[in-house]
């Protein structure tokens, strides 16, 4: 899959990228360009195209020098900062602790991307969540189903990284499997804190963010697609992604009450 920008209007653009698995299998990767005002935008998630991709984002952004900050959403993917940290130079560089951690060499500013601080900053052009019930950075490497997820609301457009996954069969068996439809990322068991009521407030969260982000019109989600959505769509979507996971919650509360 080769890298490309897709104008999804009203001023936000979703990058898709690759990322090869033993360098064979490109389940993709994403990242997203919001233009908060008329010269000024906000990477979402680092990811450093290549070929006349990159040309397009500099071109759109002034060679990347009105590009204000890039927000680093996912606490596991850390591959693309430094790449894209020297693309944006002029960014403000935020991220998780984990994103911190291991890349301490980067500039990266005191707030991070889960906290209020950076949400209200940029509260008038992005709704932001966090998963309830759920460690934002697990302690297991091999966990990765907690993000930021992010909801662009002038364009109807949900960033969200691994916490909803869709399209991930490849073509052609994914020619077969009908269109993509919102699923949760099949970590959510070792994700749940192991603490009683952990499932319930996952659930709660999914339910009030089904309700509240029900105007979505679209959901960029790593790593394969952009998900198209009709009236209703988000809400139905997620709602039904919640009754498929109700096995692996049901048993978290056998487990941990």
Same mark, same amino acid.
């Given at each position: 899959?080769?890298?490309?920008?897709?104008?999804?209007?009203?001023?936000?653009?979703?990058?898709?990228?690759?990322?090869?698995?033993?360098?064979?299998?490109?389940?993709?990767?994403?990242?997203?360009?919001?233009?908060?005002?008329?010269?000024?935008? %906000?990477?979402?998630?680092?990811?450093?195209?290549?070929?006349?991709?990159?040309?397009?984002?500099? =071109?759109?952004?002034?060679?990347?020098?009105?590009?204000?900050?890039?927000?680093?959403?996912?606490?596991?993917?850390?591959?693309?900062? =430094?790449?894209?940290?020297?693309?944006?130079?002029?960014?403000?560089?935020?991220?998780?602790?984990?994103?911190?951690?291991?890349?301490?060499?980067?500039?990266?500013?005191?707030?991070?991307?889960?906290?209020?601080?950076?949400?209200?900053?940029?509260?008038?052009?992005?709704?932001?969540?966090?998963?309830?019930?759920?460690?934002?950075?697990?302690?297991?490497?091999?966990?990765?189903?907690?993000?930021?997820? =992010?909801?662009?609301?002038?364009?109807?457009?949900?960033?969200?990284?691994?916490?909803?996954?869709?399209?991930?069969?490849?073509?052609?068996?994914?020619? %077969?499997?009908?269109?993509?439809?919102?699923?949760?990322?099949?970590?959510?068991?070792?994700?749940? !804190?192991?603490?009683?009521? =952990?499932?319930?407030?996952?659930?709660?969260?999914?339910?009030?963010?089904?309700?509240?982000?029900?105007?979505? !019109?679209?959901?960029?989600?790593?790593?394969?697609?952009?998900?198209?959505?009709?009236?209703?769509?988000?809400?139905?979507?997620?709602?039904?992604? %919640?009754?498929?996971?109700?096995?692996?919650?049901?048993?978290?509360?056998? !487990?941990?009450?």
């Amino acid at each position: 899959m080769a890298d490309k920008l897709v104008d999804l209007g009203n001023g936000f653009w979703s990058i898709r990228g690759q990322f090869r698995i033993a360098g064979l299998f490109d389940v993709g990767t994403q990242a997203s360009l919001v233009e908060i005002e008329a010269g000024r935008f %906000l990477m979402l998630d680092a990811y450093e195209p290549t070929g006349p991709t990159r040309d397009a984002v500099l =071109a759109l952004t002034d060679g990347g020098a009105a590009v204000e900050a890039v927000l680093n959403l996912h606490p596991f993917h850390t591959r693309h900062c =430094a790449a894209v940290s020297g693309m944006l130079p002029k960014a403000g560089l935020y991220g998780t602790q984990r994103h911190k951690r291991v890349c301490p060499q980067l500039d990266w500013q005191a707030q991070t991307t889960d906290q209020e601080a950076v949400w209200t900053r940029y509260g008038e052009h992005l709704a932001f969540s966090v998963p309830g019930g759920v460690d934002l950075v697990s302690s297991s490497e091999h966990v990765h189903f907690a993000s930021v997820l =992010a909801f662009h609301r002038r364009s109807g457009t949900i960033h969200v990284d691994d916490t909803f996954v869709a399209g991930l069969i490849p073509p052609p068996i994914s020619w %077969l499997a009908g269109d993509p439809r919102l699923r949760l990322h099949p970590t959510l068991g070792g994700a749940l !804190r192991k603490e009683p009521g =952990a499932a319930a407030s996952f659930r709660e969260w999914l339910r009030q963010l089904a309700d509240e982000w029900n105007d979505a !019109r679209q959901v960029c989600v790593a790593h394969r697609c952009i998900l198209r959505l009709g009236p209703g769509g988000f809400r139905q979507q997620a709602l039904a992604a %919640l009754d498929q996971a109700e096995k692996t919650l049901a048993g978290h509360e056998r !487990r941990y009450g």
